[in-house]
């Protein structure tokens, strides 16, 4: 059973941290366009309509979020520098374990605007395709930016959903990672059910 985007997630938490003030655009005029709309469209509450999981309650560095059921802590999984909290699904068959991991930034608070601006060319340097900044999303209070994209992964590729939760001047970056047959729609469904129970210490 592979899990990925653990060490992954640890690099990508760099986003903003040469500049923890308002960016400047430096990024192609796709992503630039991206980041706009992103920016424009009114943030929408990441668990609106979802049935909440219910499975085990993970608990990380002040926070705290429910996985579906059959997921956990993998046991015997190396801890990986950098990553606070990870579960995943521990009944995959397909030979890709989806899962989740939380990273906290190590540039403290990242808004989304800087994520928007810098997050798309830090997943493409970072060997990503496909990188989108969708429609922002409210976690816990939060407005979080969204950002998706696809990574190769040894002859296959998968896919992630990465949200960035603010609180307390912290970030706290949370990536979902699947295999590349989950649809849009159901990544979109699993991600909702658990950002829906997310709650600070």
């Not at 085990?56 to 520098?81: C, H, L, M, N, R």
């Not at 002859?155 to 295999?179: L, N, R, W």
């Amino acid at each position: 059973m592979k899990i990925s985007g653990l060490t992954l997630a640890a690099s990508l938490a760099l986003v903003g941290c040469s500049d923890s003030s308002a960016t400047e655009p430096s990024e192609s005029a796709p992503a630039a366009t991206q980041a706009s709309e992103a920016a424009a469209a009114p943030a929408s509450d990441a668990g609106a309509g979802a049935e909440p999981a219910a499975g085990k309650t993970i608990e990380g560095t002040g926070y705290s979020f429910v996985v579906p059921e059959g997921w956990a802590v993998p046991e015997g999984s190396d801890a990986q520098e950098g990553v606070d909290t990870l579960a995943a699904d521990l009944t995959d068959k397909d030979g890709f374990a989806d899962n989740v991991n939380v990273v906290l930034s190590p540039a403290g608070e990242v808004t989304p605007d800087q994520v928007e601006s810098k997050g798309v060319k830090e997943l493409e340097n970072a060997g990503a395709k496909d990188v989108t900044a969708r429609d922002r999303v409210t976690i816990a209070e939060s407005e979080s930016a969204h950002l998706s994209a696809v990574f190769p992964n040894n002859a296959d590729e998968y896919q992630i959903d990465q949200y960035y939760v603010g609180h307390d001047k912290q970030t706290y970056i949370v990536t979902f990672s699947f295999s590349p047959t989950v649809s849009e729609a159901d990544r979109d469904k699993l991600s909702a059910s658990v950002l829906a129970t997310w709650s600070w210490a």
